[in-house]
């Protein structure tokens, strides 16, 4: 926990009412978590506004910053912007329990709080699941993975494109069949009416 102190808020000598804390989040704060992550060069600035009441602390938390991750579709680095807001209601009880994301009960005795689980969780759970990189999205790159893509993506036909296809390809299958039709088969013929 001591490499996490940096992260720590002392709220027993704050006045009430509300307090502004922000915290800098590079690769330095996610490489403390022992974590891999699938993005780099994090540039994150993460605002707290902790509101001290008699009976609780709550925090409006804000991040805001970029990432360098990888295009789904061209593999390109770009800078993504990411943002959150999250809030946190920090109660005083008998023990600690951080079990709800939300609400955190903290023994009355504790004088501050450690943030940078919330900080970590919240980026994490800021990256976007699909990224692609704005050249993509605006038809501007010249990547030579898009004209793979291009060039073996299945595309959907119109209705009366399939049935046009499919006219044709029955037509010419029965040019070809007639002369090679199995004679059991041909029998059949003679029972339509």
């Known amino acids: 926990m001591d490499k996490l102190k940096n992260y720590n808020i002392v709220f027993t000598s704050l006045p009430f009412g ?5 915290f800098e989040l590079s690769q330095s ?3 403390l978590f022992e974590i891999e992550q699938d993005f780099d060069n994090p540039n994150l600035i993460a605002t707290i506004i902790l509101d001290k009441k008699s009976t609780m602390l709550e925090l409006e938390i804000s991040l ?3 990432i360098t991750v990888p295009c ?3 593999g390109e680095l770009f800078q993504q912007e990411i ?7 920090v109660k005083f009880g008998n023990e600690f329990d951080d079990t709800d994301f939300e609400m955190w009960v903290i023994p009355r005795e504790e004088y501050q709080i450690n943030v940078a689980q919330v900080l970590y969780e919240l980026a994490m759970l800021s990256v976007p699941t699909k990224r692609i990189h704005p050249d993509v999205l605006n038809g501007k790159s010249n990547s030579e993975m898009i004209e793979l893509l291009d060039q073996y993506s ?8 399939e049935y046009e296809h499919y ?5 010419n299958d029965d040019d070809d069949d007639n002369n090679d039709i199995d004679p059991r088969w041909a029998k059949l013929k003679d029972l339509k009416p």
């Open 72 to 74: 789904d579709l061209t």
């Open 18 to 22: 509300k307090s502004d804390f922000t």
């Open 29 to 31: 704060f996610f490489d």
């Open 83 to 89: 943002s959150n807001n999250a809030e946190l209601i």
């Open 154 to 161: 299945i595309y959907e036909l119109d209705e009366d494109e």
């Open 64 to 66: 805001k910053g970029d």
């Open 167 to 171: 006219d044709e390809d029955n037509n």
